[in-house]
Structure formats: structure tokens, C-alpha cells
């Protein structure tokens, strides 16, 4: 049977009953199931590549009469980490960055799950039923592998149990990672793709059927979201490299780096609406050069040793040519939009932001 695709579900959702009531409402109830029927989401951006040790596994390791070298051949657990009754192991390469992200993972699972050894979990996680009495996490990972490590994996718990997997299941994650405060912010910028890829999706269904699409006040609203959060989420997302410097440790708030995106992106086009792909692509390079750099003081990257703030620095240059150019030819004379004239030299960040707009100019003329 063809699988269908995500538009001809929504297509479906809506005809059922001529409306978009499925978004909001859908039959659940709570059981209690073993673990060991529970099947994490590998596309979910609160999901880290954990696999669930049997309980004598653990404790022979507790016990040191197994290693750690034995235990990933048997799990085939390389890269990955194993979970067990009172028992983490990181068998990800040391010091690589999937190492020390799974290590912060790690930390937060053990606190909760010392937290869930003596009281119960507050909010369960939430799953939907798979063939052959299987069920796959929609929402609670963490809280997921926190019971593993509380009460071993031959246990059974509390789950709250949706009647079948929502459509807009991107988008219900969304709606935990997004009201967490908690949860770590690249995981908030994942998910906030992954939902927004449904509700074009949603648009496109209700277009071909002759609806309106939403309206940006109803996407924020599907979300569960304030306006005000629904720009930040939009200008973050619309930039690979901002992202990227997240997944890298950076501690920024939202509200901070919407301010610089824009702000590069008035110093660079003298407007921040409606860039084409060209212009995007050179905001985005400034951008990865300056978080790279942690040329503003007010970023935060984990990875990068604040600089002195009276640095002057140049952006990485890959041409050859352009480093000649620049050695050779007075560059003040090239027509990039930047008054040198009137440039203030004592102002660090304005130097530092016009020479990075210059080079953005000379790579792609």
C-alpha cells in the first residue's frame, strides 16, 4: 500500500469533518506500559542516540565485572550511550562534540532521574501506538530515559496515550520544547522548522481545497506561541549559521541574537525585509564569521575566549586574490555602500562590522 504523503493526510484531516478541529482535539487516555514497549523518536530534536541496557547489564557494570569496552560490542553501542537501572555511559568519542553534548544530556537525565526515584513524574510523557503493542515517544524523551535510569528498564509506568499518531506531530513537540524553559535553545530552533515544514504543508492542503491559508497570528497561535516569540523563531531560522552556533554551545539569548542578525542585516543591505537568496547567503557568511570569531561581545559562544574588546579583526578570507586586492588596491575607493569618510575608526564593532561587509562584497561582487 503507497504510504501517503503529509498533505494528503492533512487533505483527509480536514474533510473528516470540514474543519481544523484535529489540530486541537484528539482522544487520549492514560496507561500504564513496560519500557521495554516504548520506542524513542530518532527525528525529534530532544531525542539523543541512547540505547536501553538490560538491568543485570547494569549492575554487573556497577560491579565492575563488565566493561565498558564489553558492553558497546554487545549493544553495538559505538558513538552512541547506554542507559541502564542507575547506570550511564557515554560511549560517544571522548572530547567530540557528540560527546559533550550527549554529557549535558546525560547530566539532566540523572538529575531527574534522582528526582523520580522518590516521587512520581508530574507530567507524563506522552506516546501513540505502533503495530504489535509498540509505542513510540511523542513528547518526554528525557523524562523517558530518566525512568530507565530511576527504576531499570523491566519496569512499567504512567504514559498518557494519544488513540493514534497526531498529523501535525512536529508541531505538538513543538508546543512542549517551546513552553520548557529548561530545554537547550537548538532543540527549540529544530523544532520550530520541523513544525513550520507541516504548516506549509497545512496551507498548501487548504489552498488545493479552496480554504484560506493561516493567517501568521493562527500559525503562532497553532504553535502555542506569542507573536513576539513567532519573529524571534523567523529571523533565527531564516540563518544556517546561527543555528549551527547553537548546536556548538552558544548560550545567547533569543532576543540578543534576533537584535545582531538584523542589525548585520541593516548594515549589510540597509534593510532587513525581504533579502533575496544572494543577500541572505552573504548575511549568513557574516554571521558564521562573527560567531566563529565572537566578534561581539555580547554573544556568548562556549568555544570562543571573549576578545579585547579594542581587537580589530578581519574575517577569514579564502580567495587569494581578494587578500591581494586588499593588500595592493585601495579598497576605500570600491563602491560597497560604506561611507569610510564618515566612519568613526575609534568605533571597534562599526570597523570590524564595515570591513566584514567590504570582503562580503569583494567575495561576491
Not at 483527509?12 to 513496560?34: E, R, V
Not at 558513538?79 to 567530540?96: E, Q, W
Not at 513544525?195 to 502555542?224: D, F, R
Request: hydrophobic share 40%.
Amino acid at each position: 500500500m503507497e504510504k501517503l504523503s503529509l498533505e494528503q493526510l492533512l487533505s483527509a484531516a480536514i474533510n473528516k469533518d470540514n474543519s481544523l478541529s484535529f489540530m486541537k482535539h484528539i482522544d487520549y487516555d492514560y496507561q500504564t506500559i513496560f519500557l521495554t514497549k516504548i520506542i524513542p523518536d530518532e527525528t525529534n530534536p530532544r531525542f539523543f542516540p541512547a540505547i536501553c541496557m538490560n538491568d543485570d547489564h547494569a549492575e554487573q557494570f556497577l560491579n565492575k565485572k563488565i566493561t565498558k569496552r564489553q558492553l558497546s560490542k554487545i549493544y553495538d553501542a559505538e558513538d552512541k550511550v547506554l542507559i541502564g537501572k542507575a547506570c550511564v555511559i557515554n560511549c560517544c568519542k571522548f572530547g567530540s562534540n557528540d560527546w559533550k553534548k550527549a554529557n549535558t544530556t546525560i547530566d539532566s537525565v540523572i538529575e531527574l532521574g534522582d528526582n523520580l526515584a522518590v516521587s512520581e513524574v508530574i507530567q507524563v510523557p506522552t506516546v501513540y501506538p505502533l503495530k504489535d503493542g509498540f509505542f513510540k515517544i511523542l513528547t518526554g524523551h528525557r523524562r523517558y530515559f530518566a525512568m530507565i535510569y530511576a527504576n531499570g528498564v523491566n519496569t512499567a509506568s504512567h504514559f498518557k496515550v494519544y488513540q493514534s499518531k497526531p498529523v501535525l506531530q512536529k508541531t505538538k513537540q513543538f508546543q512542549e520544547n517551546a513552553s520548557r524553559e529548561d530545554l537547550p535553545q537548538y532543540g527549540k530552533l529544530r523544532a520550530f522548522q520541523d513544525a513550520m515544514l507541516e504548516i506549509e504543508a497545512l496551507n498548501a492542503s487548504k489552498k488545493k481545497m479552496g480554504l484560506k491559508p493561516l493567517t501568521v497570528k493562527e500559525k503562532a497561535n497553532t504553535l502555542g506561541i506569542s507573536m513576539g516569540a513567532f519573529d524571534n523563531y523567523n529571523v533565527l531560522c531564516r540563518y544556517p549559521a546561527v543555528i549551527e552556533s547553537y548546536e556548538n554551545g552558544n548560550q545567547a539569548s533569543f532576543i540578543k541574537m534576533k537584535k545582531r542578525v538584523l542589525e548585520l542585516e541593516k548594515i549589510l543591505f540597509e534593510s532587513s525585509f525581504k533579502l533575496n537568496v544572494n543577500q541572505r547567503r552573504k548575511v549568513n557568511k557574516a554571521l558564521k564569521d562573527e560567531l566563529e570569531l565572537g566578534i561581539k561581545k555580547h554573544i556568548s559562544v562556549n568555544v570562543v575566549k571573549p576578545r579585547n574588546k579594542e581587537t580589530y579583526l578581519i574575517s577569514p578570507i579564502k580567495d587569494a586574490n581578494i587578500l591581494k586586492k586588499l593588500l595592493k588596491e585601495d579598497v576605500t575607493q570600491i563602491d560597497v555602500g560604506i561611507d569610510w569618510d564618515s566612519l568613526d575608526w575609534t568605533d571597534v564593532d562599526g570597523v570590524n562590522s564595515s570591513i566584514i561587509k567590504l570582503i562580503a562584497s569583494l567575495e561576491n561582487p
